[in-house]
């Protein structure tokens, strides 16, 4: 389904205004994949703030340690760097990988249209990313869910495939229990605003975009 030829699923928001979109879930629930589903389908940009940080921290060490240590980076580095690229996103965007507090949420500063929270079990996530593969040219990531056509080579860029940093078993419960701790404030948060939408996660990359699809629908006019 083409949602820009079909504009009755998004009728006159998609036309009016540009949609604004948050992405949200564990560390392993997809938000990359699915984030860049969406982009692509409404027509708008995907915003990935762990590649953001990730081109900043091969100019700064300490940030890069601090990333490979699962650690969050203060609001004061993230929240400028994810406005910047934000404000140049005049069709609108898919930002996935902040807010991750609810003071990043606070500082954002910018309308959001919908949060999509993709839940997911904590052991499904630890299973995930342990097999999870990027690209080390264009950052696609493979997992067993989606895994390459040719073994250890991109399917986009034929570039080589490798285990990111940071996925190895003990950074990666680091992080869900601070995603646990800090992050899953920020539902709330959105959720008293009536703008969170949870889906869940688990099958295949196609069925959790339909479930998306479905929950970003505006409902049908009288």
Excluded: W
Excluded at 77 to 94: A, Q
Excluded at 104 to 126: E, R, T, W
Aim: hydrophobic fraction near 35%; glycine fraction near 6%; include cysteine.
């Amino acid at each position: 389904m083409n949602i820009l030829k079909k504009q009755s699923f998004l009728g006159s928001q998609r036309s009016e205004t540009p949609l604004q979109i948050i992405i949200m879930g564990p560390q392993g629930s997809g938000k990359g994949t699915q984030a860049e589903m969406l982009a692509r389908e409404l027509g708008i940009r995907h915003v990935c703030t762990g590649d953001l940080l990730r081109e900043m921290a091969q100019k700064d060490a300490k940030i890069k340690e601090a990333i490979d240590r699962g650690e969050l980076l203060p609001p004061e580095i993230v929240i400028p760097l994810v406005r910047k690229n934000l404000m140049e996103c005049r069709k609108g965007f898919v930002l996935d990988g902040a807010p991750r507090n609810t003071e990043q949420a606070q500082m954002l500063g910018i309308h959001i249209d919908h949060v999509i929270y993709l839940d997911i079990p904590d052991k499904k996530v630890i299973e995930r990313l342990s097999s999870r593969l990027q690209c080390m040219e264009c950052r696609a990531i493979y997992g067993k869910d989606m895994p390459p056509k040719v073994q250890g080579k991109c399917d986009k860029c034929g570039s080589e495939l490798r285990h990111r940093d940071d996925d190895n078993p003990e950074t990666i419960r680091k992080r869900l229990k601070v995603f646990h701790e800090e992050t899953e404030k920020v539902m709330k948060y959105y959720e008293r605003k009536r703008l969170l939408r949870k889906v869940d996660a688990s099958g295949k990359p196609e069925e959790v975009f339909e479930r998306i699809l479905k929950a970003i629908k505006p409902p049908a006019r009288l």
